[in-house]
């Protein structure tokens, strides 16, 4: 703790309170709600929110203020038993963003409960050797007994340090948990500049965009088996930008369910992501979208690099 300095006229000063950074690990199985309470903790959006499970593939980290201290927010991907290479490089990149961080906060949807996925989780938290909190969403739609006893047997599984009961959605709750993970950053500068909300670069961001935008369009019409990449990013003399997309599928039918009858599909899509692009790098923006068939391009190394996973070899 930073002491008090006496001025010379004798009035006592308080020096600055010493600042504090750290990570907090965002953990649990798909569609708890992760993506949701990281954008409301902290208070823009940074990581993209969709129906679909799994929509987060990488670690997304976002950057929440609380007084002196900063929270680097790591959202994770959803933790599932996987079936795929790429589904082993998400579950992979979730637990190694629980191991290197201050704080491991496991995110449980109240209403399904400690079902089958939650149980495997918690068997392999127990190994996992950093503080852990346990953060039970969507609180508004079930009785407070249940959420009780929900919390005593999760609590009876886990050493967890803190339960937090909240709404990502609404926001209930989520300024307190804000307040107690600053409370746990360790004394450090901070990490970031202090209105930067994200440290994902605006290339990735605008991908990511567009990725959700899919999904909003399309629904179950889809398969997940597709990713965006942004190609050219283009200040202009009036300060815009131009920015070119492609959209990998991997089949020719999927390429046509993404095009649409007569583009309308494309057309929609690229006006929703142009908008809240523009948004996040606060500028005109102009957005061409291209859509391509590579097959098997989640066996490619090339892709996992660029959506900042590592790839398995095995």
């Known amino acids: 703790m930073a002491e008090d300095e006496i001025a010379p006229d004798g009035a006592v000063t308080h020096a600055p309170e010493e600042t504090r950074a750290g990570f907090a690990a965002l953990i649990g199985v798909p569609n708890a709600g992760k993506s949701t309470l990281l954008n409301a903790l902290v208070g823009a959006k940074v990581s993209i929110v969709s129906r679909k499970v799994q929509t987060t ?6 950057i929440a203020m609380e007084g002196v201290a900063q929270i680097v927010l790591v959202d994770t991907p959803g933790i599932f038993a996987p079936k795929r290479r790429l589904d082993r490089a998400m579950v992979h990149s979730a637990w190694s963003g629980a191991a290197d961080a201050d704080a ?27 503080p852990k909190i346990l953060i039970l969403n969507k609180i508004d739609l079930i009785p407070r007994e249940r959420l009780l006893e929900l919390a005593a047997t999760l609590n009876a599984q886990v050493p967890f340090e ?39 670069p605006l290339r990735m961001l605008a991908a990511e965009i567009t990725r959700e935008k899919i999904y909003d369009r399309l629904h179950e ?6 990713t965006v990449e942004t190609d ?40 929703a992501a142009r908008i809240e692009i523009a948004e996040v790098a606060e500028t005109k923006v102009h957005l061409f979208l291209h859509v391509k068939v590579r097959e098997n391009w989640a066996d490619d190394p090339a892709r996992y690099r660029e959506m900042g996973l590592e790839f398995p070899t095995g």
């Open 232 to 271: 050219q990013w283009q200040g202009r003399p009036d300060g815009s930008v131009r920015i070119e997309q492609t959209i990998f599928v991997e089949r020719e039918s999927q390429r046509s369910i993404v095009l649409g009858k007569n583009g309308q599909t494309i057309k929609a899509i690229g006006q």
């Open 221 to 226: 019409e889809l398969p997940y088996r597709s």
């Open 57 to 62: 593939r990488a670690l997304v980290r976002g």
């Open 104 to 130: 491991v906060c496991l995110l449980v949807d109240a209403r399904k409960g400690a079902d089958g996925e939650v149980e495997a989780i918690l068997r392999r938290l127990s190994d996992v050797k950093r």
């Open 162 to 200: 803190d339960t937090f009961m909240i709404s990502a959605l609404n926001g209930d709750g989520v300024e307190t948990l804000r307040k107690a993970l600053a409370k746990r950053m360790p004394p450090s500068p901070w990490l970031y500049p202090e209105d930067q909300v994200s440290d994902a």
